[in-house]
């Protein structure tokens, strides 16, 4: 079992690194590939196991395996811009508007001012669900979001190029999506996602509150420091 567990793993490796099978194209089912090498669905489990841990493969309980994304990844200190992203791994952007609404703040919200614009949306890369993400907007510190409907560009695109930030604070925790987080991200319920909250401020009046969930396989975070030098006088 051994050498043919790593033959189908090689083989499925090499469609996808040769750009014959493409990110999020559907894997040949377990059962096809036992036909197609003759082999116990033991062996065939095996291979697509160890292609799932290399991240080349997503595996999907019930609907089967398709062809992984390749991560974006973002160092933990920006603001991204998501579209930029997207488009800088080669990929399509795209955006949908799910909600958006304009309200009081409540006790925990009094940060950023007395209202807010609530906005809803989905990220997509390649016509794939990318990143889920809900926002809250201050309308003390950028009251020209009242007319914004947010329709055609995501809020956080639109911030960066209208609010500019003086502070920021991030969040990042690993969940386990919950039902409308899977629909959302045509993910199965409880499947890994990654979390990023954050919060940003400028010149002390809160700009924004903002929670975007990407499926655990498609994002990571980066960090580059340096350790902390310890003087003695």
């Given at each position: 079992?051994?050498?043919?567990?790593?033959?189908?793993?090689?083989?499925?490796?090499?469609?996808?690194?040769?750009?014959e099978?493409?990110?999020?194209?559907?894997?040949?089912?377990?059962?096809e590939?036992?036909?197609?090498?003759?082999?116990?669905?033991?062996?065939?489990?095996?291979?697509?196991?160890?292609?799932?841990?290399?991240?080349?493969?997503?595996?999907?309980?019930?609907?089967?395996?398709?062809?992984?994304?390749?991560?974006?990844?973002?160092?933990?200190?920006?603001?991204?811009d998501?579209?930029?992203?997207?488009?800088?791994?080669?990929?399509?952007?795209?955006?949908?508007?799910?909600?958006?609404?304009?309200?009081?703040?409540?006790?925990?919200e009094?940060?950023?001012?007395?209202?807010?614009?609530?906005?809803?949306?989905?990220?997509?890369?390649?016509?794939?669900?990318?990143?889920?993400?809900?926002?809250?907007?201050?309308?003390?510190?950028?009251?020209?979001?009242?007319?914004?409907?947010?329709?055609?560009?995501?809020?956080?695109?639109?911030?960066?190029?209208?609010?500019?930030?003086?502070?920021?604070?991030?969040?990042?925790?690993?969940?386990?999506?919950?039902?409308?987080?899977?629909?959302?991200?045509?993910?199965?319920?409880?499947?890994?996602?990654?979390?990023?909250?954050?919060?940003?401020?400028?010149?002390g009046?809160?700009?924004t509150?903002?929670?975007?969930?990407?499926?655990?396989?498609?994002?990571?975070?980066?960090?580059?420091?340096?350790?902390?030098?310890?003087?003695?006088?």
């Open positions: 079992m051994s050498s043919l567990h790593r033959r189908i793993g090689a083989d499925i490796e090499r469609r996808i690194l040769s750009g099978w493409q990110p999020g194209a559907r894997v040949p089912t377990e059962a590939l036992q036909a197609e090498y003759g082999c116990a669905r033991m062996t065939v489990s095996k291979a697509l196991t160890d292609l799932s841990a290399r991240g080349l493969i997503v595996r999907r309980r019930r609907a089967g395996s398709v062809v992984a994304r390749p991560p974006v990844h973002s160092a933990v200190l920006d603001i991204p998501i579209a930029a992203e997207i488009a800088a791994r080669g990929m399509a952007y795209g955006y949908e508007r799910l909600e958006r609404s304009e309200r009081a703040t409540t006790a925990d009094a940060w950023l001012g007395e209202r807010v614009v609530a906005v809803a949306c989905l990220h997509r890369a390649d016509g794939a669900p990318f990143a889920l993400e809900r926002r809250l907007i201050g309308l003390e510190a950028t009251p020209e979001a009242a007319g914004e409907d947010f329709e055609t560009v995501s809020p956080g695109g639109w911030l960066l190029k209208r609010a500019p930030w003086t502070e920021a604070e991030h969040r990042i925790a690993a969940v386990a999506a919950d039902r409308e987080t899977a629909l959302r991200l045509d993910l199965a319920v409880g499947e890994a996602c990654l979390k990023l909250e954050r919060r940003t401020w400028a010149d009046r809160g700009v509150w903002a929670w975007q969930t990407f499926p655990g396989q498609a994002y990571d975070l980066v960090a580059r420091f340096s350790p902390a030098r310890l003087e003695v006088r």
